[in-house]
């Protein structure tokens, strides 16, 4: 916390000087202006042509210096004044805030296993509170992460550069400040990427390439002839209406090509920047040297390439400017550019993709290693050979607020094995399911998890905690929970790594003579299959037959209720749940109770 308080103290009083200085450039321009304006006057009035000359060139050269100079310090302003929100929104995360983060709701799919019941998106959610990637590519990369399980040696390679970038918080700070200065997070890139896999209209039709040089000069030399020689403007006007011809012949396309690429371009400028940050580091775990060295290919860099490519786009994108339509006429600057940027697609497109997934793969890191250094009583997880490996040593919540977090000690390590949890309302086994399973999620997509330390083999987790009814489709909430169930049935068959499933207050919707016999038949079932996990439920019964067989463990929360006041330690124990609450609940609200 104190990195973060420091850090924003530093970069307020940096903001202070740069403003000042921001403001007196401002000053500085006016009076460069009023002098001109003076000079310009009385130059003007003694004649002298040749002393205006020298004015007019050294006011616009002053000019020029004087706007790169104040644009330049208006950048490093601003810049510093990221650096600032990114240190308050770290502590906001560390005080257990995630309101103002996105929410990363765009990236739920439907029927996925477990998204909607850890928490992985929405308000205060998984992805709010590791999400710092400022591009829509870099999210994409995280979002899918915290949805599919990594191979062991993909989730190593990750924790080496993630704990490589946790010891740089600096340069993660600068890189995600770096993207903050372009409006990209929301684009989308798609029809710029559709418009990579289309084929060149412009440069396979020699016509038109050889008309966007010829024509020109011919121009040229006809604006000279009519300066110099003469030459009447009739020719003029008909070398134009040649030159509207030719363009006529490629408006539609370029629009096209300005529609397409729009977006994108402020996509492309940022990653430029991100890239180029990401080139000029040297790294020490492989995976970050592996993204490094992607960017560079016979000796030039990505960075560069990337770069052009946006500078063409953005050159196209300006062209409603009148100044543009002017010269266009006679130089036939829409043929010239779109064929600069055919050409650039003729030469990178095959990189494209690649270049994109590996910045947004840094991004993705850079954001786990900074929710790794700013949670340092988080740890690493172990990645075990064996299936069926779980063992945890005081995990917690990472999305309860760090003074409020209760840990617990848990293992589970028997093929088919099944925890059966009871416990009075309120008790924690829900929260416990999801604390088991959120720090799952971290750990299988590289980051660390909040833990003092955890082993675990490779698991699809599988979650039915938040099953609810759908009117518009005339799903009752029970019918909703079978239909989740038999989503589990065809999980554990067709998976190739164990399921982890979490059953949550199994078959709530139905009475408590079907509740019992189904959810004795489902734990059957899956115990007789590739899986291991946990059944919670209020139904004893259950419980007390899942003592008399050797693949259930029983496993309780309790409460303790003195009087009016109910308290819960939320710690986890072996055995059926003997003490409930729910007299005393009923009780507090204000029904009579006999």
């Known amino acids: 916390m104190n990195f973060f308080k420091d850090n924003i103290n530093k970069y307020q009083e940096e903001d202070s000087r740069l403003s000042k200085l921001f403001n007196q450039i401002s ?8 002098i001109f304006l003076i000079l310009a006057v009385y130059v003007a009035d003694i004649p002298n042509a040749k002393l205006l000359g020298i004015v007019i060139i050294l006011f616009l050269i002053s000019f020029v210096i004087l706007v790169k100079w104040h644009n330049r310090v208006k950048h490093a302003r601003n810049h510093v ?3 600032k929100k990114i240190n308050e929104d770290e502590i906001k ?3 257990g805030d995630l309101s103002s983060f996105e929410e990363g709701t765009e990236f739920i799919t439907k029927d996925h296993y477990y998204a909607s019941d850890i928490d992985v998106f929405g308000r205060n959610s998984l992805f709010q509170l590791l999400n710092r990637c400022t591009t829509i590519t870099g999210k994409e990369k995280l979002a899918n992460w915290l949805l599919h399980p990594a191979e062991k040696a993909t989730i190593e390679g990750r924790q080496q550069a993630v704990l490589e970038l946790k010891e740089t918080p600096e340069f993660c700070q600068n890189l995600q400040a770096v993207g903050m200065h372009y409006d990209s997070d929301k684009v989308n890139i798609n029809p710029l990427m559709n418009w990579l896999e289309e084929p060149n209209i412009v440069r396979t039709n020699r016509t038109i390439v050889i008309a966007s040089y010829v024509l020109p000069t011919i121009t040229f030399g006809l604006l000279v002839g009519i300066g110099w020689f003469g030459v009447p403007l009739s020719f003029s006007l008909i070398i134009l209406i040649v030159n509207g011809f030719f363009l006529r012949r490629v408006f539609q396309y370029s629009l096209k090509l300005t529609e397409q690429t729009n977006e994108g371009v402020s996509t492309l400028s940022a990653i430029t920047q991100l890239v180029k940050q990401v080139e000029k580091t040297q790294y020490s775990s492989e995976l970050l040297t592996s993204i490094r060295d992607s960017f560079s290919d016979k000796g030039e860099l990505a960075s560069d390439r990337i770069g052009r490519l946006a500078k063409i786009l953005d050159f196209l994108n300006n062209r409603a400017n009148m100044l543009y339509a002017a010269v266009n006429f006679l130089l036939l600057l829409d043929i010239h550019i779109i064929s600069r940027a055919e050409k650039w697609k003729l030469d990178n497109k095959d990189h494209v993709k690649l270049w994109f997934d590996r910045i947004s793969e840094f991004e993705a890191l850079s954001s786990i290693g900074r929710f790794t250094h700013a949670n340092p009583d988080f740890n690493m997880p172990s990645i075990s050979e064996k299936d069926y490996t779980f063992k945890a040593v ?5 999305l309860i607020k ?3 977090r209760i840990g617990n000690d848990f293992e589970a390590t028997q093929q088919g094995g099944v925890m059966i949890v009871t416990g009075s309302n309120m008790s924690g086994k829900s929260t416990f399911l999801r604390t088991i399973g959120v720090n799952i999620i971290l750990g299988l997509a590289g980051a660390p998890v909040s833990a003092q330390s955890m082993k675990l083999s490779r698991i699809l987790l599988f979650t039915s905690m938040r099953t609810q009814d759908n009117l518009e489709e ?5 019918y909703a929970e079978l239909k989740r169930i038999k989503q589990l049935l065809h999980a554990v068959k067709d998976s190739d790594i164990p399921v982890m499933y979490m059953l949550d207050e199994i078959l709530k919707g139905t009475n408590s003579h079907d509740r019992h016999k189904g959810g004795l038949a489902i734990v059957k079932q899956l115990h007789n299959s590739k899986s291991f996990g946990f059944v919670s439920t209020h139904d004893i019964e259950l419980g007390k037959e899942a003592e008399k067989m050797d693949y259930c463990t029983n496993y309780h929360f309790s ?3 003195n009087g009016n006041e109910i308290s819960f330690d939320y ?3 072996t055995g059926i749940c003997q003490s409930f609450n729910a007299t005393a609940l009923m009780r507090s609200i204000g029904i009579e109770m006999e």
């Open 474 to 478: 005339h799903i009752s909430s029970f």
């Open 81 to 83: 004044r990221h650096l």
């Open 93 to 95: 995360r560390l005080e």
């Open 559 to 561: 409460s303790e209720v």
């Open 402 to 404: 760090s003074h409020e």
């Open 27 to 34: 000053t500085i321009r006016i009076v460069a202006f009023i």
């Open 571 to 573: 710690k986890i124990s």
């Open 394 to 398: 005081d995990v917690s919540h990472p």
